[in-house]
């Protein structure tokens, strides 16, 4: 079942609030300021945008030259803030002993607008409006983590949208290459086993593709998409109607490659493939676990008071990594570093990335001239650790890390949650779509722990108290046979990533993904 785009918009009314809903969310993670693309180091952004609550945390540079940063954070209007930033003094350094920040003083406000979930602007105090956009790493030397240079298999979803950017059909996808080591697609139309092969070429320079299925059995006639962070967006146009162009978005699944001996896999949740013996043979199994980008916070530094932290961004096989702390002095830094990041070992369920951390200076400061930084000291190596929270019944619900920094001891490190969701109808109001029994629905309606979708077929609720991810679901058709009682599982997404439902619009009406990127 299909609801229209019109019954969509007055279902989702309660989500509008005060607010203008998004026809996207932009991408946590490394933003840049295009016009300072030049190679060298530089300023950098990194945003984090949960519902509607918006943080970012600017690396940049004092007058004198000296590393800093600063942050801001508020509610969307819509596309666009406007926020404070804010500097910091007197946290913890490298090593030191443990130091609360405090507020020190603002230079003036920020204006961040959004085009899209890639493309934006950003208006510094003191500075004319200029582009920013998603830091996005193109990797082609072939592995099974490097979408452009696909190695195995890698699992799609796919949502189409009509013009009104609404959702109108769900298509399960796999990209990998043919017997020539071409890229092909093959989509699943609807809940068919047999798949249709769109023959694909990689345009390297915009790191995108384009696929035909001109000579196949698929009612797609076109698609061109990037794939960023795990998500992707591009255009597609159908046979029947070939000169309409439709906006596509979607996410990544799981990718993997299996040898005789050993298994690989990426995964963006929690399922995973163990390692098996067959017939005799020991297989091993490696796992690059993918974290959620943005925001991550030194657990027992949570005091409520300002500290460090650490913006995580891993694309393909590269993590890269800002931490915002402090020098010796007490006055406000960051360090950087990036390195490749994989599975820690076989079967070990965890994942790995140890580089250099970097401090530099010189760059551009806040309405001064343009200018690059340059390297000033190694602070030594740092390492972050990842895997599945398997110590918990939830192990998709959180993901485990730790860091250890340079002079320190490991510590544990959390994903910062910015939209705070204390009820079950928080985390389900809005749209969603399940692929598995093609169900397409809205939910709107709470009473006593019960979410209800907007026609009163789907009921939901958390039965099992030591499952915090699960919900369990009873959907109630009426056909020619009579009334019939399916259960359903929906298993919660940490921030959207990770589930057996596709959260199209949020609570807000935020379209859940990149939007139209063109």
Known sequence: MRLSSLAIASLLVFSANSWAARDFTPQAGTWIVSSEIDGKPGRGLAIDVQGNTFFMQV????????????????????????????????GRSFGSEARDGVEDSSPGDVTVSFSNGLKGSVQFPGEAPAAMERFAIKEFTPSISNPLAQVGQRGLHLLILDKDLQFKQYRSAMLQRDGQGQPVLVEHPGSSAMGNVLPCSLEPDEGQFVCSAADSGSDIDSLRFRMVGGQLAGQITMKETPTQQLTVIGQSDSAMDSGLRERQQQNYWYIVVPGATVTGIVTTHSHQLMPVNG????????????GRGLALDVQNSTMVLQVFNYSANGQPTFHMG???YGSAGPDTLASRAEFALNQYAGGRSLGGPAQSAHPVADAGPVRIDLALNREQPTPHFSQRGTVTFPGEAPKAIVRMRLDNQPSLADKLFGEWYMPAQDIHLVFNQESNGVVTSSDGSVRCEQKDPTRVDLVSCN????????????????????????SNWIQIRDRFGNLQGLGNID
Not at 295 to 303: C, H, I, P, R, Y
Not at 478 to 495: A, I, K
């Open 59 to 90: 690396f940049g540079y004092e007058k004198n030259g000296d590393a800093t940063f600063y942050t801001a954070t508020g509610q969307l209007d819509g596309n666009s803030i406007t926020a404070p930033l804010v500097r910091y003094t007197g």
């Open 295 to 306: 925001t991550w916070m030194v657990q027992d530094e949570l005091t409520g008071k300002p």
């Open 338 to 340: 990036s390195g490749t």
């Open 475 to 498: 959907k109630v058709s009426t056909g020619v046979d009579g009334t019939t009682n399916t259960v359903l599982s929906l298993m919660l997404p940490l921030l959207n990533q990770g």
